[in-house]
């Protein structure tokens, strides 16, 4: 009758009544201060019925319903609240009404009660009311058709396996669960680096099998959509060119689109990378990005469907001797002159930062430069460059900080959001882990993904402190205890990791564990130029000329190394080792602290963590406490890598006269 019976399979016991596959949507036991009813009218979805059904059930027991009861739960669609939005009121009768301005907004207003309830929060007078301020909330998963994850840290695809979509319903079903309660409403599931067999996903023979995975998501209001290779005509069914002018390949996008609608009614659309890292696309054949793009959106346009077109280019074949070159550069320079080329449903996606998802980067100057486009701001939730899901590293934080950062006119970038950004996506860190992240503290940042793009003026702490309420319930210890260590992590990992903005400091192959000069003489443009005096870029108008992309007020700021934010300053500046920081420390003594500084506060962390052993379920305290052990390892190597690194590179000693090896 209900839905229970189709996840139990992969529920674990980890603990008393915590369950892994459950993530923040665990048995709470709380308690209720009497039976309830549900009802609801003709239209509302069946999957908020059972929703709501199973999850008071799950917070308060099995006794929370009954049919006689006085007082109610009623779920009801209100045409009068703003798209997706919903209401959830207590009625004055010891019930509570729940409102959705369409199926989705139901779906999110019973999440969104849960939410409430299992965090504790008294409800009776309450009256919380929300719709997204981003229309558009999409996760990008990297997972290829071999059942491989590019940049996965989680175990294999749950979507692929053995080259083609291969799945398990009732896994997929938790998925989807979980993506909803956090307010998605759009996936693609695979890479976007569309290779191989990868292209042959919008074939007519694997279209059917793809759909399959689209009515899952479709029942809890997410969308499909796909990656796909702009050359695909060619490679797919032999066509001279892809060339976005051509009437063959113009009419051959139109054609599949047609074929795939007919079997996903509802597909989203199209994910797209082109002309970089060894990728055609419309600029090697001699056109623009945008008739490359708009080629795509007017084979979608018909069925409502959307472009994702990523901003992702630039030079990856750079002369290292040519220091005029400055990869940030390439996405404005390439997509600021076409701005108002793009037709309506193109939505340009620009990664936060000009680099490539690195522990401390400006934002990129291209968000919200672009006033007659669609922009979506692309997230990295997988830690590519943030420790693997290994190393524990709060991505809430640093998202708080791409929001608030000034994009002019006295606007952050979290006032564009929903405006001049109609869409936001964050690339995917799940697998096949039982846990579904590797390192069961990262389910954080998947959840804190979905709220920030649900309201992006949220704050770190509030989503860190509600994950934590709802994963591991409502023990006094670690939930005072707990969202601190999380939310500090970031910090801790940058103290160990390149410092002052510098970034790249990994090995080439795998960007984990330190390499100072792994990408220093490659192609790939991303250099730090360490000499034995100075180190940094000079970004300013009188080096590269990147500041110059962002607002006038934007770039008096940066020019001056002063002004500067020092967590940036070696990202804008090149400087001596010599140069005194505000804290009164040169800046090679403070690279020397903050790294002897990181350790010590990973050996914290573990301490923490094992106060919390009697407070936190068996599995998940054995899970973390693995990864705690190897993130110090990892911790001591950055330490004495990088240390041992400037010292050689300067004959510079740590004043403080702690370990460094000659």
């Keep these: 009758m209900r839905p229970r019976q189709r996840r139990e399979a ?57 049919n006689e009861a006085a007082s109610a739960i009623s779920l009801e669609i209100d045409g009068s609240l703003s798209r997706e939005g919903y ?48 229309p558009l909330r999409i996760i990008n998963h990297w997972d290829r058709t071999d059942g491989t994850i590019e940049r996965g840290y989680a175990g294999d695809s749950l979507f692929f396996k053995d080259g083609g979509v291969s799945f398990d319903v009732a896994r997929i079903v938790e998925y989807a669960r979980l993506l909803a309660s956090i307010g998605i409403n759009a996936i693609v599931v695979n890479n976007v680096n569309v290779n191989g067999n ?28 796909l990656s796909v290779h702009f050359e695909s005509p060619v490679m797919l069914d032999c066509l001279p060119s892809a060339d976005p002018l051509d009437e063959n390949a113009i009419s051959w996008w139109k054609r599949k689109c047609e074929e795939i609608y007919r079997f996903i009614p509802d597909f989203a659309g199209f994910l797209v990378k082109v002309d970089s890292e060894f990728r055609g696309g419309p600029q090697a054949l001699g056109r623009s990005q945008a008739e490359g793009a708009n080629m795509l959106a007017r084979a979608l346009q018909p069925f409502g469907g959307i472009v994702w077109w990523r901003c992702f280019i630039y030079n990856n074949l750079q002369d290292w001797r040519d220091s005029s070159i400055d990869r940030p550069k390439a996405p404005y320079e390439l997509f600021k002159p076409q701005d108002g080329l793009f037709d309506s449903n193109v939505m340009l996606q620009v990664k936060n930062g000009p680099s490539d998802f690195q522990v401390r980067e400006p934002n990129s100057p291209l968000l919200g430069a672009m006033k007659h486009t669609k922009e979506c701001l692309e997230l990295q939730i997988t830690q590519e460059y943030t420790g693997h899901q290994i190393d524990l590293y709060s991505l809430a934080s640093q998202w708080e900080e791409v929001f608030a950062f000034p994009s002019g006119s006295g606007r952050a970038l979290s006032d564009l959001m929903g405006d001049e950004i109609a869409s936001i996506a964050g690339v995917a860190n799940v697998g096949l882990d039982d846990n579904w992240t590797g390192h069961t503290l990262a389910q954080a940042n998947l959840y804190a993904f979905g709220r920030l793009a649900w309201n992006p003026r949220l704050s770190a702490k509030d989503v860190t402190e509600e994950w934590v309420k709802l994963t591991f319930g409502l023990d006094k210890k670690v939930n005072e205890a707990l969202p601190d260590m999380i939310l500090r992590s970031r910090k801790v990992y940058e103290k160990y990791n390149s ?59 940066l020019e001056d190394a002063r002004t500067c934010p020092e967590e940036l300053l070696l990202y804008f500046h090149r400087l001596p080792y010599s140069f005194e920081l505000k804290s009164g420390e040169t800046l090679l003594q403070h690279i020397y602290d903050a790294h002897f500084e990181g350790v010590e506060d990973v050996e914290a962390m573990i301490e923490l963590w094992r106060r919390l052993e009697k407070h936190i379920p068996k599995t998940a305290f054995a899970s973390v406490s693995k990864r705690l052990e190897m993130q110090l390892e990892n911790a001591k190597e950055w330490r004495d890598v990088i240390n041992t690194y400037f010292f050689r590179m300067t004959g510079i000693p740590d004043k403080r006269r702690r370990k460094i090896y000659p």
């Design 87 to 134: 209401r959830a009121a207590s009625d004055g009768a010891g019930g509570i009404r729940v409102s959705g301005a369409d199926a989705s907004g139901v779906i999110y207003g019973v999440f969104a009660l849960l939410r409430e309830l299992a965090c504790g929060r008294c409800f009776y007078g309450a009256n919380v009311e929300s719709s997204p301020k981003v």
């Design 10 to 66: 992969f529920i674990i016991e980890c603990g008393a009544n915590y369950k892994e596959h459950f993530a923040w949507l665990q048995p709470c036991g709380n308690a209720f201060p009497h039976p309830l009813r549900l009802v609801s009218s003709a239209d509302v979805p069946a999957i908020a019925i059972d929703e709501c059904w199973e999850g008071m059930k799950r917070i308060f027991g099995e006794n929370i319903w009954n």
């Design 499 to 557: 410092p002052l903005g510098l970034g790249w400091m990994v090995n080439v192959a795998h960007h984990y564990g330190p390499s100072p000069e792994g990408y220093e003489f490659t192609k790939w443009g991303t250099y730090h130029r360490a000499s034995c005096k100075a180190i940094g870029i000079d970004r300013t108008a009188k080096g590269t000329g990147f500041t110059r992309q962002y607002s006038a007020e934007i770039a008096r700021m």
């Design 198 to 225: 990868d292209i042959r996903l919008i074939s007519k023979e694997m279209i059917p099998e793809v759909a399959k995975l689209a009515d899952i998501f479709r029942v809890y209001g997410i969308r499909l959509a």
